[in-house]
């Protein structure tokens, strides 16, 4: 599926903090403070920053716990292993929570080869009886709805998160040293020896980063911008220190540009076109398990222009709020109508022990 590139949105965030923030660089000082922000060198300075990797890091989360809350069976946890919940009783291999395993470790064990052994939490050792060779539009088709976005050890993700800049260059450094104390437990004030000391980024800076998602998915669009609403609501921390004061933020975006690449015909001006009005069209809908309806009208129209070999749409104002409003509800809807896999549930594996 990526062989081609059909579409892809993109749009500037704008990220402020309105509290200290700390992302830590883990780097040790002799002199100085105990924990220290990322510092990356940027024309001709060495200035704070907030890295993609952070930030994709936050979005995904979010989302799992928004996707958990509303059909908790329907997303995985990426950092469990069959192992880690599978024993052997009776002579079977049996698992206690096969639904929340990472997509990433249930594909590998689909593709295991007979030869292959694994072994579980207990120490029993088992070999998968029935391997098959996974192509790309079954690792996609049978992906949760957070790694089909996101992506997996099995899948490159549909969207990029660039590292976020400062708006403004301060000098000196928008940073502050904020100090903090251990409690003693018997007399309720500092304990002895467990001062440290912060170097935080200072309330009021403000980062600008891109986002780029291609051949999304309408509903995709929806889980970006649900996170970037929340982020507007300061429903989102960033950073360390979040239970304690630290990583409040608010987000905004004024302009989301949505590129379709080649001639794409009968499309009229206010529709926004997903993956699968493409595949519609060679009838691969159906191996990607996308949605033959994954369209959407948005009022009033936004404006069009041609740029090269791509068709743009750009959205502000009107146009981006129903734009946000419709990929949302999309997404809601996508959650709840979701079916998992038949070949993604623990049935369908069949294990002997060696």
């Not at 998602?213 to 220190?241: C, H, I, P, Y």
């Not at 146009?319 to 709840?336: E, G, N």
Request: one cysteine or more; charged letters at 25%; aromatic letters at 8%.
């Amino acid at each position: 599926m990526l062989k081609r590139l059909v579409n892809e949105a993109r749009f500037k965030l704008l990220i402020k903090a309105t509290g200290p923030l700390l992302i830590k660089s883990g780097h040790a000082t002799i002199t100085g403070p105990d924990m220290t922000p990322v510092l990356t060198y940027r024309n001709g300075e060495w200035q704070v920053y907030l890295p993609g990797s952070s930030l994709k890091g936050v979005f995904r989360s979010h989302l799992e716990k928004v996707c958990r809350t509303l059909r908790d069976e329907v997303v995985c946890n990426p950092f469990l292993k069959l192992k880690d919940v599978s024993r052997a009783e009776n002579g079977r291999l049996v698992c206690s929570d096969y639904t929340h395993v990472a997509c990433s470790d249930k594909f590998e064990i689909r593709g295991l080869e007979t030869e292959k052994r694994f072994e579980v939490a207990d120490r029993t050792k088992w070999r998968h009886l029935n391997p098959e060779k996974l192509i790309n539009s079954e690792v996609y088709a049978d992906s949760c709805p957070v790694c089909r976005l996101f992506g997996s050890t099995s899948y490159i993700g549909r969207v990029s998160i660039g590292d976020a800049h400062l708006v403004d260059v301060a000098r000196p450094r928008p940073t502050e040293s904020r100090d903090g104390v251990g409690i003693d437990r018997l007399t309720g004030g500092a304990a002895h020896g467990a001062k440290f000391e912060l170097e935080v980024v200072s309330t009021g800076t403000t980062f600008e980063t891109e986002i780029l998602v291609r051949n999304f998915e309408t509903w995709q669009l929806g889980m970006l911008l649900l996170v970037v609403q929340d982020l507007a609501d300061g429903l989102v921390r960033v950073g360390s220190g979040r239970s304690r004061g630290l990583g409040a933020v608010k987000g905004q975006i004024n302009q989301v540009t949505i590129a379709y690449l080649g001639n794409v015909v009968n499309k009229p001006p206010g529709e926004v076109w997903g993956l699968g009005r493409f595949l519609l069209e060679e009838d691969g809908y159906a191996r990607y398990g996308t949605w033959p309806d994954d369209l959407m009208t948005i009022e009033p129209n936004p404006i069009e222009s041609r740029q090269g070999i791509r068709r743009v749409a750009t959205f502000e104002e009107t146009p981006l709020a129903d734009l946000q409003s419709k990929s949302i509800a999309a997404f809601v809807q996508r959650i709840q109508d979701w079916q998992v896999p038949q070949t993604m549930s623990f049935a369908h594996l069949q294990f002997e022990e060696r």
